[in-house]
C-alpha cells in the first residue's frame, strides 16, 4: 500500500539557519510528490511537486525539494529559514488518476523557529 | 475571492445533532474532495467527486453523507454527531489532469 513517512514530527531551528524536512514514500510506480504547509488556523497551500523530469524542484517562498528514487526520499529545503516559516508541513503521494485518485499524506513536521 | 471556501469555520455542537458543513470553489475545477484532519494533525480523505459523481468513499460511516449538487459545490452532512467526529474538515478541489491541490481554510468541528 502507498504511504508517506515523515520521520520528524517537531524540529526547531535558528532563524537564518538552513532547513532539511525529510519524507519518505512508498509507491510502485513513478510518483508524484507534493509538499504542502499549513500555517495556524490555515488550510494548505502548495509548496512544491515533483512529477517527472529534473529531480531538484524550486517552490514558492524559497524552498525546494530533491526526488531521489534510490532513498525513496523527496526531502524539502531551505537554505535561510524565516520566522514566518513556522508552521506545519506535509509531504504527500499522490494515487490513481488525476480524476480518480487522492493524495495520502504524511504525519507532518512541525516546525518552531527560534529567534 | 476565495477559491475555495467553506462555511462555517467553527462549529460547536452537542452528541447526537445533525449539522452541515458547505463547501463552494470558484476555480473551475472538476474534482472536489474532503478531508478530515484529526487531533494529531494526520490527514485523511474521506470522499472525491468528479463532475458531482462520487469517485471516492473511504471507510467513512454511514452518518457521513456527502452531496455535490453541481461541480463547483461540494456539501457535508454529518448525522448523529459523535465525540469522535471533532476534527477539522478541509474541502479541496483539483483541475482534470492536475495533483496540485487548492485547500479551504478548514471548518472546525467540536462536538460536545
Known amino acids: 500500500a502507498q504511504s508517506v513517512t515523515q520521520p520528524d514530527i517537531h524540529i526547531t531551528v535558528s532563524e537564518g539557519a538552513s532547513l532539511e524536512l525529510r519524507c519518505n514514500y512508498s509507491y510502485g510506480a513513478t510518483p508524484y510528490l507534493f509538499w504542502y504547509v499549513q500555517s495556524p488556523g490555515q488550510g494548505l497551500q502548495l509548496l512544491l511537486k515533483y512529477f517527472s523530469g529534473d529531480t531538484l524542484v524550486q517552490g514558492i517562498k524559497g524552498f525546494e525539494a530533491e526526488f531521489k528514487r534510490s532513498q525513496s526520499s523527496f526531502n524539502l529545503r531551505k537554505p535561510s529559514v524565516h520566522w514566518s516559516d513556522a508552521a506545519e508541513y506535509f509531504c504527500a503521494v499522490a494515487t490513481g488518476s488525476s480524476n480518480t485518485g487522492k493524495l495520502i499524506f504524511g504525519q507532518g513536521t512541525t516546525l518552531q523557529v527560534k529567534p | 475571492d476565495t477559491a475555495v471556501s467553506q462555511t462555517p469555520k467553527y462549529l460547536v455542537t452537542q452528541m447526537g445533532n445533525d449539522k452541515s458543513i458547505k463547501c463552494e470553489q470558484n476555480?473551475?475545477?472538476?474534482?472536489m474532495y474532503w478531508y478530515k484532519q484529526d487531533s494529531k494533525k494526520f490527514l485523511k480523505i474521506m470522499f472525491s467527486y468528479n463532475n458531482k459523481e462520487l469517485i471516492i468513499n473511504e471507510t467513512v460511516p454511514n452518518r457521513f453523507s456527502p452531496k455535490s449538487p453541481d461541480k463547483a459545490h461540494l456539501n457535508l452532512h454529518i448525522n448523529s454527531l459523535e465525540l469522535g467526529d471533532s476534527a477539522v474538515y478541509f474541502c479541496?478541489?483539483?483541475?482534470?489532469?492536475?495533483?496540485?491541490?487548492?485547500f479551504g481554510s478548514g471548518t472546525r468541528l467540536t462536538v460536545v
Open positions: 476555480l473551475g475545477h472538476d474534482t
Open positions: 479541496a478541489s483539483s483541475a482534470q489532469g492536475n495533483y496540485g491541490y487548492t
